[in-house]
């Protein structure tokens, strides 16, 4: 269960949202949104922290948390991330991704998190709104490393 729950993180990350603002700058500007000056390693540190923390709440047997725990978690971890914001010289489409997958973990409720309710929020998507969560799935990966490659061994059963 354990896997299956990092998998949905990764699905909520990099594809589930509407999109929000318009492309965002520095904190406190006229555009508002999230900072872009970020240094890499604060970025990957706020954004790699999902994946440790959403593991750390699972029990020892592996058995998912209660998604009011898990939805505090994506929450916190979103407030963190608009703090961080993002580092200079991401692309525009994988900014517009980290926006959309912002705003796809402040409108998410209890109940998204329940059977297929995250695949349910991909299919609202529009096609620019898929390409921008892959973009910035494609640059955490790039620029983070893919953080389920620690947390499960591709050998291990999922």
């Given at each position: 269960m354990?896997?299956?729950l990092?998998?949905?993180?990764?699905?909520?990350?990099g594809?589930?949202?509407?999109?929000?603002?318009?492309?965002g700058?520095?904190?406190?500007?006229?555009t508002?949104?999230?900072?872009?000056a970020?240094?890499k390693?604060?970025?990957c540190?706020a954004?790699?922290s999902?994946?440790t923390?959403?593991?750390?709440l699972a029990g020892?047997?592996?058995e998912?948390?209660a998604?009011?725990?898990?939805?505090?978690?994506?929450?916190k971890w979103a407030?963190t991330?608009?703090d961080?914001?993002?580092?200079e010289?991401?692309p525009d489409d994988a900014?517009?991704?980290?926006?959309?997958?912002?705003?796809?973990?402040e409108?998410l409720q209890?109940?998204?998190l329940?059977?297929?309710g995250?695949?349910?929020l991909e299919?609202?998507?529009s096609?620019?709104?898929?390409a921008?969560?892959?973009?910035?799935?494609?640059?955490?990966?790039e620029?983070?490393?893919d953080?389920?490659?620690?947390?499960?061994?591709?050998?291990?059963?999922?």
């Amino acid at each position: 269960m354990k896997h299956a729950l990092l998998a949905a993180s990764l699905v909520l990350i990099g594809g589930g949202a509407v999109a929000c603002g318009d492309g965002g700058g520095e904190a406190g500007s006229e555009t508002g949104g999230a900072p872009t000056a970020a240094s890499k390693t604060e970025f990957c540190d706020a954004f790699n922290s999902l994946f440790t923390d959403v593991g750390q709440l699972a029990g020892a047997d592996g058995e998912a948390p209660a998604e009011e725990e898990l939805l505090e978690q994506f929450k916190k971890w979103a407030d963190t991330m608009e703090d961080v914001g993002t580092p200079e010289g991401i692309p525009d489409d994988a900014r517009a991704g980290f926006e959309v997958a912002m705003q796809q973990v402040e409108d998410l409720q209890p109940e998204d998190l329940e059977g297929e309710g995250l695949a349910a929020l991909e299919d609202k998507l529009s096609e620019d709104e898929k390409a921008q969560g892959q973009a910035f799935t494609t640059y955490t990966n790039e620029t983070c490393g893919d953080p389920l490659e620690e947390l499960v061994p591709s050998d291990a059963p999922s």
